[in-house]
């Protein structure tokens, strides 16, 4: 009978936490760069959590980012300077959409 109230509670936990996982949805964050062949990179920045981009056509998208503020940084091709966009806030289930970063010379 012991063993038994054990096993039971025991899978009731696992179903918990895994249902506790399976809830948790993550963000995104989209833009766009101007000009397009101006911008190298983009990298998003939380703390210590440092997140890749590709760029298409001056467009990007991080895809699968924690809940957090980050900074968006778009490392430029020369004449262009590298620029910021600071406190992009990304929450569960969203893709947070920054709009267009236009590179200055």
Do not use: C, H
Request: hydrophobic share 45%; glycine share 12%; no cysteine.
């Amino acid at each position: 009978m012991k063993r038994a109230s054990l096993g039971i509670l025991a899978v009731a936990g696992l179903s918990l936490g895994l249902f506790a996982f399976g809830s948790i949805k993550e963000g995104g964050i989209q833009g766009k760069v101007t000009p397009a062949e101006g911008a190298k990179e983009v990298v998003a920045i939380a703390g210590t959590d440092t997140l890749r981009s590709t760029i298409s056509n001056g467009a990007f998208v991080f895809s699968k980012v924690k809940k957090g503020t980050y900074t968006v940084w778009v490392k430029a091709n020369a004449p262009y300077k590298d620029t910021s966009v600071e406190n992009v806030a990304v929450t569960d289930s969203a893709t947070t959409d920054i709009g267009e970063i236009k590179l200055l010379q």
